[in-house]
């Protein structure tokens, strides 16, 4: 024997998953029936293969876990919950048309097996079911904090798009770009749950924190995992940031600390989109070699440790555990 309880083998989102089992296959249900369509087959088709691939269901768990801490009895979080994973579908089948990605959980993505005028509308028709069920529980505020969250996420997307491949973009951009793609959909899911369950306004507050900085370590521990994670940990290939020329945080640092021939390599590679055999491990030694990676890490550390900081105006709960080890372990992916 080893010594390692089977609780401390499992993984947070394994023991979130685990203690939201019967809210989970309700909000399942929802999912199932909501991205039905009688006219559009291919809207089924298209939203199974995404929504079925195996996804950890993290962000409807964040709304779940929210309501729970702060002593929620009803069942409308399941569907604020549903709601959530649906935007976050939404963003994916439009992301991959964007970044004309060919892999997504480590299985094709739609825009490949169908085509791109697939995964935008029905992308859309995903964001307009959102909307039909964010509206169900009847909570204004509720509708204001989701409905902020679809437009920043769509800014942010946008802001990206402006930001790639141009070697001026610094962190404060970027660190804007994550706020929007990526941890508005965390903070919202998390801030909605409590704003459902009528928790006080300090508890809200705690959580739509704690959202904010668990989404901005989860991207920043993401794009460091491009250059050195494994394809079946990211669910993409390694170095597809590289490919497609997205300047994120280790490439910022390093940026700001190359040196004339280090900048003419990332004018060629990134800016002017010449890349050649090789290049993805010049970068990576680079990073390496300036301490880019390792500094970013020390980011995604630092965000870890303010969500867990936030969670500490909340009252004790095994849920609130799972999440402070859910912070640590977001980053742990990168270790």
Known sequence: MDGVSDAAKRG??????????????????IIRARMSSEHAPRIPEVTAHLIEAGGKRLRPMLVLAAAHLCGY??????????????????????????????????????????DNKSSV??????????????????????????????ATIAEGEVLQLTAAQDLATTEEIYLKVVRGKTAALFSAA????????????????????????????????????????????????TGDDFRERKLTLPVIKAIARATDDERAFWVRTIEKGQQADGDLERAQAIMAGHGALAAARADALDWAATARQALTALPPHPLRDILSDLADYVVARIA
Not at 133 to 143: A, D, Q, S, T
């Open 190 to 237: 998390t801030e909605s749950g409590a704003v459902i369950a009528g928790a006080p306004a300090e508890q809200v507050q705690a959580l739509f924190t704690y959202g904010d900085a668990l989404g901005i370590a989860f991207q920043i521990a993401d794009d460091l995992l491009d250059y050195g994670g494994t394809a079946a940990v990211i669910g993409k290939n």
């Open 121 to 150: 509308l029905v992308g859309d028709y995903l964001f307009a079911r959102a909307f039909q069920l964010m509206v169900e529980p009847g909570n204004l505020r509720v509708l204001d904090i989701l409905a902020n969250a679809s």
């Open 73 to 114: 009895a009803g069942t409308d979080h399941q569907k604020l919950a549903a709601t959530v994973e649906f935007i976050h579908t939404a963003t994916l089948l439009h992301d991959d048309v964007v970044d004309e990605s060919a892999q997504r959980r480590g299985r094709p993505t739609a825009n490949l097996l169908w």
């Open 12 to 29: 947070p989102q394994d023991r979130l998953a685990e203690a939201l089992t019967e809210d989970m296959a309700a909000v399942n249900r």
